[in-house]
């Protein structure tokens, strides 16, 4: 027994659960305000649209994919519970009662066990018949404890902690999702909305135009050929401006189906709400990328895949070793006969079984090469997704900045073509300007109009994709959990992004 408790230390060597990651010493692209490292917990208040962040709460309500991963979580902790619970003895309770006649075999009663011939003697000496009743009640505990020679339950205890908080991570990343993909749907209502404006302003521009040479061709002043571009420039507005609000009605059911709020009640909800404002500015990026990668909980998720597939590839190991039981049990009997009561009481300790693998056809060996197998594809996902989400926020980074200095020249544009349309205008009024030219000018202006609304929607997705590769606001800090044990039973910490030099 004290062998076996000593043996209990003893464990396998495992894979490394941490491994390194390549990343880049610094960013390749223009951080704001030279980087600093913040939380983006209010990264939705700080626009101070407070419709954004109720469309954000109802769609984390209503997703499935949230309340699958938070199924997970609650299946994974019950995992975690239940391979602890293999490190330590089992304890059953029994209680049985019985009653039947006294089967006289031989002068010894049938069916009563080793307590029932205690109770046959006492039958005997008061000459009972056979059918005379016996009755008979056990009660008792049973226990049972693996002793973990070879780390093996440590490692699917390990295994299994490792996937809990895999899982909690995973589920706040189903969060970002949810919310980041709201927000996009958000802005680009927002973004269809105010195209539509543009689109209703070209096209009551254009029929008026089209109205007023209609009028001067009638009274001999314009050439039919003009009134004919002039009309065919009016339906070419009103083609768009249709087509325009049919956007805006697909977008705006794909955000109620987001939301889970109904069309009516979100109609009267986007009415009800200002305009879309400016973007703030983005301070909340680290200028160490090992730092600002650490924040994501799909990286952290991955990067407690490889410490699980480490602590698996243990637990394969160690079933190809021999495994220690100990069983242990305390009883009490009673058997009742004809008003005579006999007591007995029980102990065992044991049997200590020893389990020793001799010939599996080489099925152990196999579980232990798979569990390697999947280790080494934990370890390729873990780095994959690194480097991915180095790639993701740079791009971000990079999409923000070219979008912000793209703005102002943007605005200027619009600013100057609108004055060229008004002048054109006003010559066309008094007759020193072509209808072509007319139509060319708010051409260019309807044009500048549309990608300045382009830009703008552009710069929300840069925005909102850097608060999705971000991290969208998750603590690695406040999500570990408890240490793992390694493989030489010392403690370390969930595996963090090693910055290659």
């Not at 909800?269 to 200028?287: C, Y």
């Not at 394969?316 to 021999?322: D, F, H, K, L, Q």
């Not at 790639?391 to 619009?414: G, P």
């Not at 999705?468 to 690695?476: K, V």
């Amino acid at each position: 027994m004290g062998i076996g408790i000593g043996l209990s230390g003893c464990s396998l060597t495992r894979p490394p659960a941490q491994v390194e990651a390549p990343v880049p010493a610094q960013w390749r692209a223009p951080l704001p305000h030279g980087g600093s490292l913040a939380s983006l917990a209010n990264w939705w208040s700080q626009l101070d649209d407070p419709l954004l962040v109720e469309l954000i709460a109802a769609a984390e309500a209503a997703s499935p994919n949230v309340a699958s991963a938070a199924a997970r979580v609650a299946e994974a902790r019950f995992t975690r519970v239940q391979a602890g619970a293999a490190l330590l003895p089992s304890l059953d309770g029994t209680a049985s009662a019985s009653r039947g006649p006294v089967g006289v075999s031989g002068g010894s009663p049938s069916g009563a066990g080793t307590g029932a011939g205690a109770g046959s003697g006492s039958s005997s000496s008061s000459g009972l018949s056979s059918s005379t009743p016996i009755t008979t009640l056990q009660a008792g505990l049973q226990s049972k404890w693996e002793v973990d020679l070879f780390g093996r339950l440590r490692a699917d205890r390990d295994a299994a902690e490792a996937k809990q908080n895999s899982a909690n991570a995973k589920w706040h990343d189903a969060r970002v999702a949810v919310a980041a993909e709201t927000a996009n749907a958000y802005f680009a209502e927002r973004a269809c909305q105010q195209q539509l404006r543009v689109s209703e302003a070209d096209a009551r521009s254009r029929a008026e135009t089209s109205r007023l040479t209609d009028l001067s061709a009638k009274a001999g002043f314009t050439a039919p050929a003009d009134a004919a571009l002039a009309r065919a420039s009016a339906s070419d507005a009103s083609g768009r401006l249709t087509q325009q609000r049919a956007q805006c009605a697909v977008q705006r059911k794909a955000l109620v189906a987001l939301s889970g709020i109904d069309e009516a009640t979100l109609e009267g909800k986007l009415a009800a709400a200002p305009a879309q404002r400016a973007l703030p500015a983005v301070g909340s990026i680290a200028s160490v990328p090992a730092e600002a990668i650490s924040q994501r909980p799909d990286v952290y998720a991955a990067e407690l895949g490889v410490a699980s597939a480490s602590a698996d590839v243990g637990s394969a190991e160690a079933e190809r070793y021999p495994k220690l039981t100990v069983s242990g049990s305390i009883g009490r009997s009673q058997y009742r006969v004809s008003g005579v009561r006999q007591s007995l009481e029980t102990w065992t300790v044991g049997p200590v079984a020893l389990t020793v693998p001799l010939l599996d056809g080489g099925s152990r060996k196999a579980n232990v090469d798979a569990a390697k197998a999947r280790y080494a594809e934990a370890v390729s996902l873990y780095r994959a997704n690194v480097r991915q989400a180095v790639r993701e926020v740079e791009e971000a980074l990079v999409n923000l900045d070219a979008t912000d200095t793209r703005t102002a020249d943007a605005d200027a544009a619009v600013k100057n073509y609108q004055a060229s349309f008004d002048a054109t205008q006003a010559r066309y009024s008094t007759g020193l300007a072509s209808l072509f030219e007319l139509e060319d000018s708010r051409r260019t202006l309807f044009s500048a109009q549309t990608a300045r609304v382009s830009l703008q929607r552009e710069r929300t997705e840069a925005w909102v994709a850097l608060y999705r590769s971000m991290g969208g606001g998750w603590n690695r800090q406040a999500a570990q959990g408890p240490s793992f044990e390694s493989s030489s039973m010392t403690t370390f910490p969930a595996a963090k992004v090693a910055t290659s030099p």
